[in-house]
């Protein structure tokens, strides 16, 4: 059974995308766990190229190519294919650190959480230090607590618990 899938749009991004989804590859995780859904944006580069190598190589990818039509969108038709109990959407331009996902993934898993929210760090230059994450507590929160707490309110490092009424 798939746990999770992993939702990443490709638009122009060819200096940064092998990266992003070799670090996916990195979690300590068995390929029959999760899933990767490329959702190329109409991208206009050598994106596609850049990673077809490893396409290729993994039982776990699902590519969906469609004209550009921005982010959301290209998020939602991941979404709307999306096998895994959990979702979470990378953007091409992130990197995962290193078997940060597993621990994670398994505590929501194991607890059903609805949404889990991973620490994380901007990286501007090659000199920046990674910290491995640790789960240390978890807190039973409103979606409305969570909007309103949330400063940083991005969708990238929350793992979102994929409800059984919105699939088909």
């Not at 898993?109 to 949404?115: A, F, V, W, Y």
Request: proline content about 2%; overall charge negative.
């Amino acid at each position: 059974m798939i746990s999770l899938s992993i939702i990443v749009p490709i638009y122009n991004v060819e200096k940064y995308v092998r990266a992003c989804v070799e670090s996916l590859f990195h979690q300590e995780l068995d390929e029959d766990v999760f899933e990767v859904i490329i959702v190329n944006d109409g991208t206009e580069d050598n994106s596609m190229e850049v990673i077809a190598d490893i396409i290729n190589s993994h039982s776990n990818f699902t590519v969906i190519n469609q004209q550009n039509q921005g982010l959301s969108i290209a998020r939602n038709n991941g979404i709307a294919i999306a096998k895994g109990e959990y979702i979470l959407l990378v953007d091409s331009d992130d990197l995962l650190v290193e078997n940060s996902l597993k621990p994670i993934l398994y505590k929501a898993l194991e607890n059903k959480i609805d949404i889990a929210i991973a620490e994380f760090m901007e990286i501007k230059d090659k000199g920046a230090e990674y910290h491995q994450p640790t789960i240390q507590y978890i807190e039973e929160t409103s979606g409305r607590q969570l909007f309103l707490t949330d400063s940083k309110n991005y969708v990238w490092h929350k793992l979102l618990l994929l409800s059984d009424k919105n699939r088909n």
